[in-house]
């Protein structure tokens, strides 16, 4: 039971570069999310998706792009790194409806922008 | 601003003792208070939830005490053991959606054998 997959688990990113981090559950949830934990700050909401087809801004979502592909696979883009985005990204997904608190999580992705 | 206030930062206690953490929050759209649990290196795992129309939640060691004219809420481990020590969040959300799952900054719990 895979649950929350998230890939890569560490980049190593050089300033205006780009990438994309990858997100896939197997729970067939409705919502996925993305956030971000930096030390002090807690987990921070980048993006979301309500359901397949939607997707809308978090708390902090500047220098990000969202792509839900299909109802398993949520990607999160950053078109132009910069060392401010070093952190720790978390995807997670529910099942929505009465169970939206309910949020099961990925292992992350370490990020550093150097 | 943030939603979601949370303390204290760090928590030491001895094994056996009890463990409080507590949260507070403004917006009264928030109908679920879910606490999480993060081991170093993991992602955020949902310990304990209670819902607003309850005043307490008890799962073995861990009870939620509510206090909904207040605002707040809180997080109580019993008998603390080295095993529980990690970094839990409190955080909220809507069930409609209408507001989405927030996260308090965390507490950091060590628990000293």
């Known amino acids: 039971n895979a649950g929350v997959t998230q890939t890569p688990k560490f980049q190593v990113l050089k300033t205006g570069q780009s990438m994309t981090l990858q997100c896939a559950q197997d729970?067939?949830?409705?919502?996925m999310y993305w956030y971000r934990q930096d030390p002090g700050m807690g987990l921070r909401l980048i993006y979301y998706?309500?359901?397949?087809?939607?997707?809308d801004k978090g708390e902090v979502p500047n220098g990000y792009n969202v792509s839900r592909l299909n109802k398993r696979e949520f990607s999160l883009r950053l078109e132009s790194a910069a060392p401010s985005q070093t952190s720790v990204y978390f995807c997670a997904s529910s099942a929505g409806g009465p169970y939206w608190g309910r949020a099961f999580f990925g292992q992350g992705t370490r990020l550093t922008v150097v | 601003q943030q939603q979601v206030k949370q303390s204290p930062q760090s928590l030491i206690v001895q094994k056996g003792g009890i463990s409080i953490i507590n949260c507070a929050y403004e917006n009264t759209a928030f109908d679920y208070f879910p606490w999480y649990q993060q081991f170093p290196g993991k992602g955020p795992a949902l310990l304990i939830a209670i819902r607003p129309d309850v005043s307490e939640k008890k799962e073995g060691r861990f009870t939620i005490s509510f206090n909904k004219s207040a605002k707040q809420f809180s997080l109580h481990i019993m008998d603390s053991q080295p095993g529980d020590s990690a970094t839990y969040f409190c955080a909220a959300v809507t069930q409609g959606g209408s507001e989405k799952l927030v996260f308090g900054k965390g507490t950091k719990l060590t628990v000293n054998p």
């Open positions: 998706s309500a359901s397949e087809g939607t997707t």
């Open positions: 729970m067939n949830h409705n919502s």
